[in-house]
């Protein structure tokens, strides 16, 4: 079912940017909401999310990302650096990339150690992590060729319980 559109709050502590800040995006479109691939990854990631958790009922907020990079500004994916958002599962659905380098993805333990690091750098690469016990953040993109500008889209959805 899908829900009314709401405010991204990401609770205290978990991300130095965006704390307590009510964050609008633009609403997704009836077609994409509705299309079958959406609901695919939708559910995957809820299997994956009661692996974690035995909880039956997830709510998942969806958010498209663009991040753009030209050859005088560096496009940051993580602009608050190394967080949490707050939820159970996040993850990071790589939709599209061109001219980019950069946008490496790193997974932190809690004691601070690197136990994961991923370029996602082809169309429907995933990453997935337990926002309850680790903290992300992505490197900045850059322009591969500087005439020309950069970009990295990814769908990123968090998942806490219903």
């Known amino acids: 079912m899908r829900l009314p559109d709401t405010a991204f709050v990401q609770p205290d502590r978990t991300n130095p940017l965006h704390t307590d800040v009510d964050r609008h995006f633009e609403p ?12 695919a990854v939708v559910s995957l990631l809820g299997r994956v999310a009661g692996a974690l958790d035995g909880t039956p009922h997830w709510i998942v907020k969806v958010h498209p990302f663009r991040v753009v990079a030209t050859a005088g500004r560096a496009g940051q994916p993580t602009p608050e650096g190394r967080h949490r958002d707050g939820v159970t599962l996040v993850s990071s659905l790589l939709v599209d990339r061109g001219n980019a380098t950069g946008g490496r993805s790193t997974v932190f333990a ?12 082809q169309p429907a690469g995933l990453l997935l992590s337990d926002d309850r016990s680790t903290l992300h953040e992505v490197s900045p993109i850059r322009p591969l060729v500087p005439a020309r500008p950069a970009h990295r889209d990814v769908l990123v959805a968090t998942l806490t319980p219903a």
């Open 110 to 121: 809690a004691d601070g150690s690197a136990p994961l690091a991923a370029t996602l750098d």
């Open 28 to 39: 997704l479109t009836d077609a994409f909401a509705a299309d079958p691939l959406m609901h």
